[in-house]
């Protein structure tokens, strides 16, 4: 089928913007992949995720090769996603050997920024103190980059990470300059669209792309679900309803001179674990809105803190996650709410990403223009270990990023992943962090 090239402007105007967006329906067959943009076509877009206390490492790292490798327990919500993902295994927080602190501390601080701590009264569990971060994080380096041309360079976002604490920062301007996450979606709504003017939809005006787009496409829709097995039928009939909600936040359109604000997201407890569900959809609908108007290209999503007292209710995980990540392998009901609460973090990158599928750009969407560098400060709960640290990429950035990978190194720096990353980009340098535990950019990273 002949596909034509859909502008952010027409956002799924007609069959071929429609088919762009498809889910992968096993009635039609596989698709085969689109062609990238020439690069600089579209902007890239870079999001930092965190969650904390390590990971069970038996259920996050795949099994088998680097390309044939399967998917574990805790990535299974991102498996329609698998050829965005680069899985690392090996990447040691190197720098995390000098400096003060504890672990927790040091492996938080060096997380994005690839720096030790700076001297400081934050005091660790274990008793040692230590300071801010002694650098800029990766997401400010590529902001100083690629956001000074937007209304705003960066977001930071956090989901419970309210405590004024380097065991609460991932973000980074600077040397010793942390910057505090928002964690009420009402704050995040304000900060991007209190000052957003945008002109009325005129429906006579055959220049403004803004209306509706569902009821031009509805003939096709017809046509296509004749095709289709009843299973095929109810996926896709799911995700005319995830585009419906979408076009419905975005004010029918995209782009930052045809976007309306979405309605204010309702009132939450950023505090209540209850509402931490709802807490972070609504940070990753705002986000994805963001980047669909491209008021920001780039984030950062903080969940929870190293402190990480905090319990997940909605699965009934009632313990504290500090101490559960502190059960030993033998304890296997602490484990399997490990597991649980991880696959929850990445059931959450899954529908972000999906929300970004879902809004084009060129003959792609602006999923395809971006990237997710995901990480937790420690490797290991219970022994607080800093080598191995679990890292994940999801996203290509245009074609960047080698993914569709499960990438193996023997004790390769994370300094050296930052800088990959950096380089991404367009930030051109061949090291990031601290020098003295840095060599070059990690190679396979990068197409």
Not at 380 to 409: D, E, M, Q
Request: some cysteine.
């Amino acid at each position: 089928m002949m596909r034509t090239r859909t502008s952010r402007r027409h956002f799924l105007k007609g069959a071929g913007g429609v088919l762009v967006a498809l889910p992968l329906l096993d009635s039609l067959g596989p698709r085969k992949a689109r062609a990238q943009e020439p690069e600089g076509s579209f902007p890239k877009r870079f999001v930092t995720m965190y969650n904390p206390n390590g990971t069970v490492h038996a259920s996050w790292f795949p099994t088998g090769g680097e390309t044939d490798f399967v998917l574990g327990e805790i990535h299974q919500p991102l498996a329609h996603h698998r050829d965005k993902l680069l899985i690392f295994q090996g990447i040691n927080a190197a720098v995390t050997e000098i400096g003060p602190g504890g672990p927790h501390q040091r492996g938080i601080g060096s997380l994005f920024t690839g720096h030790e701590l700076l001297e400081g009264e934050f005091v660790d569990g274990c008793g040692s103190r230590a300071g801010w971060a002694n650098g800029i994080s990766i997401d400010q380096a590529i902001a100083n980059q690629i956001g000074l041309d937007t209304p705003l360079k960066s977001l930071e976002i956090g989901v419970r990470a309210v405590e004024a604490d380097v065991q609460a920062r991932i973000s980074y301007a600077g040397p010793g300059q942390p910057l505090p996450p928002m964690n009420d979606p009402t704050e995040v709504y304000q900060r991007l669209f209190a000052n957003f003017v945008s002109a009325p939809i005129d429906p006579d005006d055959p220049t403004d792309q803004r209306a509706s787009v569902l009821d031009t496409v509805q003939t096709q829709f017809e046509l296509l679900d004749r095709q289709l097995g009843a299973h095929d039928r109810e996926k896709l009939g799911q995700h005319l309803e995830l585009v419906r909600d979408l076009e419905r936040r975005l004010g029918g359109g995209v782009g930052a001179r045809s976007c309306d604000p979405p309605a204010a997201p309702a009132v939450l407890d950023e505090n209540d674990e209850n509402d931490m569900p709802a807490v972070m959809k609504a940070h990753l609908e705002l986000l994805a809105v963001a980047f669909a108007c491209d008021l920001t290209r780039v984030a950062s999503l903080q969940i929870s803190t190293g402190f990480n007292r905090i319990r997940f209710p909605w699965l009934e995980s009632l313990s504290e996650g500090h101490s559960l990540s502190h059960s030993g392998p033998t304890d296997e009901a602490a484990g399997a709410q490990l597991v649980q609460r991880a696959k929850w973090h990445a059931e959450q990158l899954a529908y972000f990403m999906d929300l970004l599928a879902q809004i084009p750009e060129g003959e792609g969407s602006v999923l395809d223009n971006t990237a997710i560098l995901w990480g937790t400060e420690v490797s290991v709960g219970n022994t607080h270990a800093l080598v191995n640290i679990p890292y994940l990429i999801a996203g290509n950035a245009g074609g960047a990023f080698a993914t569709g990978r499960f990438a193996t190194h023997d004790a390769a720096s994370a300094n050296d992943l930052l800088a990959a990353v950096a380089n991404a980009y367009g930030v051109e340098t061949q090291t990031f962090g601290h020098p003295d535990y840095a060599t070059a950019p990690l190679s396979g990273v990068l197409v």
